[in-house]
């Protein structure tokens, strides 16, 4: 199985700063079919079912705010908000599908300071 | 308008059988290239993917079932039944089913829309 290792576990922020977010593969996530790289995001709102953020790396999923951006290769991956808003808290995940089985990091939690 | 929705039972105990449902609305479970995924998130802990079943009656499963587990559609009723057979207590978790949508390839088959959840507990 890939394992998805997410840094940090916990991450305050306060509003107008930015963050950034980890995720490690433990091989590469890079398909050796048509070179993409089938990483996606996901945010869990208190409460709430996970939401798309960002698939396939860098794609931004519909109504997503541009504030919001992925980026990485292989096995290094990064998603990145420009400038936290109050909405945004809650527990990030990123998740491969590169290969079965899918597997997800551990989650992130970010708090508004 | 995509929708899903979870149903079936809240409590267990241990050795019984699960079965939820998922009846979906706004898509057809009938191209190869459309799936339903079946997810869990044990409370205050990460998400699992379990299982997913495509249109044309292609299936995955997770080894965390460990062949306990099955996934079956029924395309007239727009429904698809997970079946989890000697549950226990660390089953206990928020069952999720997840439309994976279709693309012009791979890169735009992602898991777009979530159900609300179904929490199901294991208990003596």
């Known amino acids: 199985d890939i394992v998805m290792t997410q840094t940090p576990l916990s991450l305050p922020v306060t509003p107008g700063e930015p963050a950034s977010i980890s995720c490690r593969s433990s091989?590469?996530?890079?398909?050796?079919?048509?070179?993409?790289?089938?990483l996606d995001w996901y945010v869990q709102k208190p409460g709430q079912s996970p939401q798309l953020l960002i698939y396939t790396l860098s794609y931004r999923a519909s109504a997503v705010p541009d504030r919001f951006s992925g980026s990485g290769s292989d096995t290094d991956f990064t998603l990145k908000i420009s400038r936290v808003e109050a909405e945004d808290a809650g527990v990030y995940y990123c998740?491969?599908?590169?290969?079965?089985?899918?597997?997800f990091g551990q989650g992130t939690r970010l708090e508004i300071k | 308008q995509i929708t899903l929705k979870e149903s079936g039972p809240t409590v267990l105990k241990p050795t019984q059988t699960l079965t939820l449902t998922c009846s979906f609305s706004g898509f057809s479970l009938r191209s190869s290239e459309v799936g339903v995924g079946w997810f869990r998130q044990p409370p205050g802990k990460a998400l699992e993917w379990l299982t997913l079943?495509?249109?044309?009656?292609?299936?995955r499963y997770s080894p965390s079932l460990r062949s306990r587990g099955t996934i079956t559609k029924d395309t007239s009723r727009n429904q698809v039944v997970l079946t989890v057979t000697n549950m226990d207590p660390k089953d206990t978790a928020t069952y999720y089913c997840?439309?994976?949508?279709?693309?012009?390839?791979?890169?735009?088959?992602?898991?777009?829309?979530w159900g609300q959840g179904a929490l199901v507990t294991v208990s003596s």
């Open positions: 998740m491969q599908r590169l290969d079965y089985p899918i597997t």
């Open positions: 091989q590469s996530l890079v398909s050796r079919t048509d070179g993409s790289t089938y």
């Open positions: 079943i495509y249109g044309d009656d292609g299936r």
């Open positions: 997840v439309y994976r949508r279709p693309g012009s390839g791979w890169i735009q088959r992602y898991f777009q829309h």
